[in-house]
């Protein structure tokens, strides 16, 4: 036995599968199981080409709604400046916010590395900065001549931070 349901939605009730067969051969359309881990079974009957385009959209709409989390890299030296500093910092927190990861990487070219605690410096102030943004996924490590860290969004402080800002448009609103 399986209920059928017809193409505006209406339903025609539970039947075998063959009355329901006979019935949209009747009408000219084709019979497509919808549910089948239901009980019982969902059929419809309606035109196959039909069910097949909008499915189709069905998916190009999840597909375009979907972001794919992506690792974007911000690149620093040891003698970062601080003006530079803050620039990438604000590219950082762009990137949090569109829920991209990020990978800062300090890079030590010829004797700088030997000043390894100027970047573990830089990469705390930088985990100072987007510390209301996001978790630190990978402390800082060396890796050859790089030292790297990976952030990863916060989702609780977006919450704050849109609350921060209600917050803050009520008392403007208010004075």
């Avoid at 949209?24 to 199981?33: H, N, P, S, T, Y």
């Avoid at 530079?84 to 010829?110: P, R, S, Y």
């Avoid at 609350?163 to 609103?173: S, W």
Wanted: proline share 4%; with cysteine.
């Amino acid at each position: 036995m399986i209920r059928v349901i017809e193409d505006g939605g209406g339903q025609v009730g539970v039947m075998s599968p063959r009355e329901a067969l006979a019935i949209a051969v009747q009408r000219g359309k084709d019979l497509i199981e919808v549910v089948p881990n239901a009980n019982p079974p969902v059929c419809k009957i309606m035109d196959f080409g039909k069910f097949k385009y909008e499915m189709q959209k069905k998916e190009k709409l999840q597909k375009k709604h979907q972001h794919v989390s992506q690792l974007k890299e911000i690149r620093f030296h040891p003698n970062t400046d601080t003006h530079d500093f803050d620039f990438k910092v604000k590219h950082a927190i762009n990137f949090l916010e569109e829920g991209d990861k990020v990978k800062a990487t300090v890079i030590f070219k010829g004797r700088e590395v030997t000043y390894k605690e100027q970047g573990f410096e830089l990469l705390n102030r930088f985990t100072e900065k987007l510390a209301m943004y996001s978790k630190v996924d990978q402390p800082a490590k060396m890796e050859g001549r790089y030292m790297i860290m990976i952030f990863t969004p916060d989702k609780t402080a977006k919450a704050r931070m849109e609350k921060l800002k209600q917050e803050q448009e009520k008392a403007q609103a208010q004075s």
